[in-house]
């Protein structure tokens, strides 16, 4: 069975800074990978996602993810952060194999200061 | 439909009643899950339809917890004897198929046993 966490459970930084938020896996094989975001109020949007090849991910938003096999990890990273950016943010593991559910982190709680 | 749609958006309850939660996904996805989100918690996976058959459905908390999906569309998840801890923001997706593809998710219905 997959699992995920994110270890970060809140995060600040101040508008025009990097970002760089954390998710590790367990899973016995290469899984599917994906990031979401979840503004307040609001349901959750697809950042990017992993599926095999190139293993630097590229999303909306100006959001990259790398697939680290050794680390087991799927870290999410914007250069340049912009207020909007505040939500809460889901790092999900899929299956690929059996049942393909997708299970996610408990997520990390991004606030940006003006 | 263009999105994932889910009925009713609010639902308050008394303990002891039970509660229906409508998904509607979106045309086409043969996939369909279930979530719960509880305040400040990350999404807690339930089950997992594919067509009208649930391969995964490990993560109903008790048997109070039951879903179905008909039509290979329209899935609704029923809680029996509600109580306040079932309070919660319940969230379903849908995916074109199982494995590697992403998931949609509507906007929730939110749960709330007083």
């Known amino acids: 069975a997959q699992s995920v966490t994110q270890p970060d459970i809140h995060i600040t930084v101040s508008e025009g800074a990097s970002l760089e938020l954390r998710c590790n896996y367990s899973?016995?094989?290469?899984?599917?990978l994906f990031w979401y975001v979840q503004s307040p109020g609001q349901g959750l949007q697809l950042l990017l996602k992993?599926?095999?090849?190139?293993?630097l991910v590229q999303g909306i938003k100006g959001f990259e993810a790398e697939f680290k096999r050794s680390q087991s990890s799927f870290n999410l990273r914007k250069p340049s952060v912009h207020w909007s950016d505040a939500a809460e943010y889901f790092c999900a593991v899929g299956a690929t194999s059996g049942t393909y559910k997708y299970i996610f982190g408990t997520g990390t709680r991004l606030k940006v200061l003006a | 439909g263009a999105g994932v749609s889910q009925s009713p958006s609010n639902k308050v309850t008394e303990k002891g009643k039970d509660v229906e939660l409508r998904c509607d996904p979106i045309?086409?996805?043969?996939?369909l899950y279930w979530y719960r989100q509880s305040l400040g918690q990350g999404l807690e996976f339930l089950i997992y339809f594919q067509g009208n058959s649930a391969p995964d459905k490990s993560g109903l908390p008790s048997d109070r917890f039951s879903a179905e999906r008909t039509g290979g569309s329209v899935s609704t998840l029923t809680i029996q004897r509600t109580q306040q801890e079932d309070s919660a923001v319940y969230l379903c997706?849908?995916?074109?198929?199982?494995?590697?593809?992403?998931?949609?998710f509507g906007q929730g219905t939110r749960l709330t046993v007083v």
């Open positions: 899973y016995g094989a290469t899984p599917y």
């Open positions: 997706a849908s995916s074109l198929k199982a494995g590697n593809t992403e998931a949609f």
């Open positions: 992993y599926f095999s090849g190139d293993t």
């Open positions: 045309s086409g996805h043969t996939a």
